[in-house]
Every structure is written in C-alpha cells, then in structure tokens.
C-alpha cells in the first residue's frame, strides 16, 4: 500500500489523504484496531467477516461507497476483513477530518444513516441465512428442486425524454436515483447529472423499490424540486407504485418508465 498525502494549506497532512491498493491486497483485518475510515474513489473493495472458521462476505463495495467508519465513530477494532478486489484507490479520513466534515456539512450524517440502515438489512439477511442453514442440517438434506429459480437479469430502466438516454435499475431491491457528490465521490445508483444542466436534481433524490414483480418510487427527505409520476406531484417519504410506461419527473427531468 502507498499512501499519497495531500496538501492542506498549513493543516496537518494526515488528516487527508489518499491510499493505493493492489488486487486482492489486504487493507484492513478483523480485530485490528483503526483509526481511519475510507471512502472508494476508484476500484472495488469486498467486506469479508469471519464467524467461527468459516468467512462470509458482507458486501461489495464500489466507487463512492466508505467503510471503516465504525474505527472512527466508536474507536473499536474492525469488526471484518477489506479486501481490494482490483486496483483500489481511496480516500483516508481521520475522526478529525470526519468530525470537520459532519460540522461543515451534515448531510453526510444523513448519507451514513441510511447507509447504516442498508447494512444492518444486509447483516439481518446473514443471520437468516445461518440460521436457516442450521435448521436444514438439522432436518437432513434440502431438496434441490425446491430451491428458487435463479434471478433474471433486470434490464428495467428509465429512459430520459428529452436524449433517449437510458438509466438501468440496479439489481438490488433499491436503485437510488441523484446526481454525483464531488465531495464525497458518493454516486446514486441512476446519476442524472449528464442531462440535468439546470441542477434540479437533489444529491439524494429518490429511490425506486423493488418488491417482488412491483416497483415503487419514493422520494428522499430534503428533496428540493420535487417527484411526479404522470404529473402527479407524491408526498415525501410514501412509496408510490409505478408502472410501466409511467412518466416520472426528477426536478426538471422526465423520463418513462420501460419494463422489458
């Protein structure tokens, strides 16, 4: 690992600065201690945590996301493994620069609520997952042929009006919708900022739900121009159901919903 610090203008350089990682390098392991968390500038970083001998990954992680944070909010020892899947460059932050960004800017709490909230699901799924597995090798082998057919590749998408351009849904049960924080780094699932020049879109805008065969938009808290399916104008925070062929409105941006 090579760490590049940056100039601060008089600051203390190690409060930022940026890391490289090789392929399948080891940037942090479970139970050591840390005082730094990172944010993913380029690369993918895979979170990998150890229960009793066996290892399960926790999430994948890609441009924009951190992780490690809990070394700097708690100052407790890391509680899995990152790992480096391909070449990774990313941002270092100290608890003082942390500290310095949630006064300057406290929408960066609200980012890491809900990200907080998208990985204790993910840990909830785990636990099931264990839990269930105990309860089939205490009932004997599970049946193959009642296994649930593998997932179809979603092509679900949005299509700009205006340009034709087309933002595919993410294969997760949400698909945040937003334009690019040049802060952070932090990209939304479907990034309008290529076809939004007025700025209408909020950072964190809306997300689309999936559940099951249905899809549901609901916009974000703090959204500022507003989300209208068929130029009905939908309340903050209520998921509305949407169909395809459906116009949604993003601030000043339509686009139709497309089902294939």
């Given at each position: 690992m090579k760490a590049v610090f940056k100039s601060t203008g008089g600051k203390d350089p190690i409060k930022e600065s940026s890391a490289s990682y090789g392929a399948g390098e080891v940037i942090f392991r479970q139970g050591e201690l840390g005082m730094e968390m990172f944010i993913i500038q380029e690369g993918e970083v895979q979170i990998i945590k150890h229960i009793k001998d066996e290892s399960?990954?926790?999430s994948r992680l890609e441009k924009g996301d951190f992780f490690g944070e809990m070394a700097v909010l708690e100052s407790v020892a890391r509680t899995a493994d990152a790992v480096a899947i391909s070449d990774v460059k990313a941002l270092v932050?100290?608890?003082?620069r942390f500290d310095e960004m949630l006064r300057k800017n406290p929408?960066?709490?609200v980012r890491i609520i809900r990200k907080y909230s998208q990985r204790l699901r993910e840990a909830n799924e785990l636990l099931e997952r264990l839990v269930g597995r105990e309860v089939d090798a205490d009932s004997g082998p599970i049946d193959p042929s009642l296994s649930p057919p593998a997932e179809k590749a979603i092509r679900h998408r949005l299509v700009d009006v205006a340009s034709g351009t087309a933002f595919f849904f993410s294969k997760a049960e949400e698909t945040t919708i937003g334009r690019a924080d040049p802060v952070t780094g932090i990209?939304?699932?479907i990034d309008l900022t290529p076809v939004d020049n007025n700025?209408?879109?909020?950072?964190?805008?809306?997300?689309i739900l999936r559940s099951g065969n249905d899809y549901h938009v609901l916009e974000e808290v703090g959204t500022v121009n507003g989300t209208y399916v068929n130029d009905m104008?939908?309340?903050t925070g209520v998921p509305v159901t949407l169909h395809n062929g459906d116009l949604l409105k993003i601030g000043l941006i339509s686009m139709k919903a497309v089902f294939d």
């Open positions: 399960h990954v926790l932050i100290t608890g003082a929408e960066i709490a990209l939304p699932d700025r209408s879109v909020s950072r964190r805008h809306a997300k104008r939908i309340p």
